[in-house]
């Protein structure tokens, strides 16, 4: 397993992302702070770096999400996998509240990621607002 994420694949991770946390969807040409590429199995778990395992991620999931994998589905109570964003399609775990600044987690796995990453954060709903009102989301 290697530890290092080349240029060349940091640039396939944003080029997939669309420039959007895979989690939240945020923009990140819109954020405070650059994105991660992270790991989504860590590699304290033996994750490998590569394109299949790695996601674009805004700070805020990222340090949310940190070396978890699984999350409790706050309806069913039952430890669940949390979005595995190469495995899983976000629109089969998520939608937007009519207002388009909360999101809802559809499935025991978007609930549960909804949960652990705080997808629903006030800052997050406060730029959301402001992209709402820009155009630009969701």
Not at 5 to 14: E, G, P
Not at 72 to 85: I, N
């Amino acid at each position: 397993m290697s530890e290092h994420v080349s240029a060349a694949l940091r640039r396939l991770v944003r080029t997939r992302a669309q420039g959007r946390c895979e989690y939240c969807m945020t923009p990140e040409a819109y954020a405070p702070e650059s994105f991660s590429v992270e790991h989504i199995l860590p590699r304290s778990r033996r994750g490998a770096s590569t394109a299949e395992n790695l996601a674009l991620s805004c700070q805020g999931c990222n340090n949310h999400k940190f070396t978890r994998t699984r999350a409790l589905d706050p309806v069913t109570e039952l430890t669940v996998a949390l979005y595995h964003p190469r495995q899983h399609a976000w629109q089969d775990h998520f939608v937007w509240l009519p207002d388009a600044r909360r999101l809802l987690g559809i499935s025991p796995t978007g609930r549960a990621t909804v949960e652990m990453l705080r997808l629903n954060r006030p800052g997050l709903m406060g730029l959301r607002e402001a992209l709402i009102a820009l155009g630009v989301h969701p």
